[in-house]
């Protein structure tokens, strides 16, 4: 009787047993990531380093899905001006796009960058900027229209400084000068005398300052430390310009929506995870990069804060100009605007000009 109970019982468990086996198949997802950037910039690294292995462990705890990660940087799919235009073709799944490089695609990204001298800490501009993208349906619509979602916004830089060739102390002697930069805060300038500014990238500030193209570079100090600035700038004016959000994690819409929910959901997650992981690491990095670039021959001189109010007075209303210009085309840009000063005031910090405050005239 027991024997045949045993049976019994043995045959109905691999029957079970044969039951659940496709259940607990792990299928399996290509996903081709792109940046054009190479694998040594900060949320690069951090993306192989952190974002991947927290997506795999993620899935891992269910076991229905795993991703099969292949990554393309450094210009081997794009350059890094390219990102947004590859994800939205197919080039690549996952994207981690350089907004700045868009302002006329992704005009509600340049929020942190139309409000300098509010926030240097990378971790309250980025969690303010994300947190308003996903409070207003506008900056996610722009990647929907470049056929992406949007999964997060991240900053990785702890805040702009100015990298010269020659010693810098003050405003005056920013004037009649050329100045590299990548977009938006190339507009800094335009309430000093004189001074120029020059588009480039990251990857092309050290040849502008080294032939001369440029006298100056407006970058953060991690950057400097990581593409060896002090060889070729070695002084820094510490000016504490303000972060600014530079990087957003979108997915091609088509791969999405051919995504199983449990996928994106960790993708989703994540991104926000990295987010917060790539800005922390960003301050706590800040100081360390200072050091290194001393310890590299380069100097540090303190802007004082009457010059910082001096250069932030000079500057148009960058932030109304932005915000009139979304309100025209029938977006909250005003809104936008004012919840971003006010979440960053709720984090403790007060600007150096308030520029939500003001009229688009001042």
Do not use: C
């Not at 900053?155 to 100015?162: A, E, G, I, K, R």
């Amino acid at each position: 009787m027991i024997t045949k109970w045993t049976r019994r019982t043995l045959m109905g468990a691999l029957l079970a047993g044969a039951t659940a086996m496709p259940a607990l198949a792990t299928e399996t997802i290509k996903a081709v990531v792109i940046d054009g950037y190479p694998a040594r910039a900060l949320w690069v690294k951090e993306f192989t380093g952190f974002f991947i292995p927290e997506v795999d462990k993620r899935l891992a705890e269910t076991g229905n899905y795993k991703m099969d990660w292949q990554e393309s940087y450094g210009g081997t799919i794009v350059k890094p001006k390219g990102v947004l235009e590859g994800v939205k073709l197919g080039l690549g799944d996952i994207g981690i796009v350089t907004t700045i490089f868009h302002n006329s695609k992704l005009p509600s990204q340049a929020l942190s960058a139309v409000t300098p001298f509010v926030a240097a800490d990378a971790r309250a501009v980025a969690q303010a900027v994300d947190e308003i993208a996903k409070e207003y349906p506008a900056m996610q619509a722009e990647f929907a229209e470049q056929n992406q979602v949007y999964l997060a916004t991240g900053v990785v830089l702890d805040t702009y400084q100015v990298f010269s060739k020659s010693e810098i102390g003050s405003l005056s002697d920013l004037e009649g000068s050329k100045v590299a930069g990548a977009g938006m805060n190339l507009r800094y300038l335009e309430g000093i005398e004189g001074a120029a500014g020059v588009r480039g990238g990251l990857t092309d500030f050290y040849n502008m300052l080294q032939t001369g193209l440029v006298d100056h570079a407006m970058l953060w100090p991690e950057a400097a430390k990581t593409f060896k600035i002090a060889e070729v700038a070695p002084y820094m004016l510490r000016a504490d310009l303000g972060a600014v959000n530079s990087k957003t994690i979108t997915v091609n819409k088509d791969y999405w929506e051919g995504l199983p929910d449990e996928v994106k959901t960790v993708l989703g997650e994540v991104a926000v995870a990295y987010r917060d992981h790539v800005a922390g690491i960003a301050m706590d990095r800040a100081q360390e990069s200072r050091d290194a670039f001393v310890a590299a021959g380069g100097t540090i001189v303190e802007l004082s804060a009457e010059e910082r109010a001096s250069w932030a007075a000079a500057m148009p209303n960058l932030a109304q100009e932005w915000a009139a210009s979304l309100n025209d085309a029938g977006q909250p840009g005003s809104d936008m605007l004012n919840a971003y000063m006010g979440k960053l005031s709720d984090a403790g910090f007060t600007p150096v000009r308030d520029w939500a405050a003001e009229s688009a005239t001042n």
